[in-house]
């Protein structure tokens, strides 16, 4: 009996650390987490803050989330170096990024496929947050 309780308990607890962290909805920005395939990023876009787009060799672009306030005044978003952690050259939330204009490096919080940004296309329902 005491085993079931102390089963209950534990499973109680653990409970809201395994649940997934709410996902804010952004118009023209998939809901899901995912990966870039592979680090050929062709074209990134400083969004608002620590949000970055960028475009790889595919041509689908996808929303970065920094970790906060890591990004500072980064203007050039296309010196962005991503470091790999693990086998496959992907981009995942593994991945460092180098923002060598101010010589720091940030952990990617969020990746999701996103449509183009308004400063590449200028009807794109995505904003910039």
């Given at each position: 009996?005491?085993?079931?309780?102390?089963?209950?308990?534990?499973?109680?607890?653990a409970?809201?650390?395994?649940?997934?962290?709410?996902?804010?909805?952004?118009?023209?920005?998939?809901?899901?987490?995912?990966?870039?395939?592979?680090?050929?990023?062709?074209?990134s876009?400083?969004?608002?803050?620590?949000?970055?787009?960028?475009?790889?060799?595919?041509?689908?672009?996808?929303r970065?989330?920094?970790?906060?306030?890591?990004?500072?005044?980064?203007?050039?978003?296309?010196?962005?170096?991503?470091?790999?952690?693990?086998?496959?050259?992907?981009?995942?939330?593994?991945?460092?990024?180098?923002?060598?204009?101010?010589?720091?490096?940030?952990?990617?919080?969020?990746i999701?496929?996103?449509?183009a940004?308004?400063?590449?296309?200028?009807?794109?329902?995505?904003?910039?947050?």
């Amino acid at each position: 009996m005491l085993k079931a309780i102390l089963a209950l308990s534990s499973a109680l607890i653990a409970a809201p650390l395994l649940a997934s962290p709410a996902v804010l909805h952004l118009p023209g920005v998939s809901d899901r987490e995912t990966i870039i395939p592979y680090s050929d990023i062709q074209q990134s876009v400083r969004g608002h803050r620590d949000v970055f787009f960028v475009r790889d060799r595919d041509n689908q672009w996808y929303r970065l989330q920094f970790n906060a306030g890591c990004a500072g005044l980064t203007t050039d978003a296309n010196t962005l170096i991503f470091r790999h952690h693990g086998p496959g050259g992907q981009i995942d939330r593994f991945t460092t990024v180098v923002i060598p204009e101010e010589a720091r490096s940030c952990a990617i919080e969020s990746i999701r496929e996103s449509l183009a940004p308004p400063q590449v296309n200028s009807r794109s329902p995505v904003t910039l947050d």
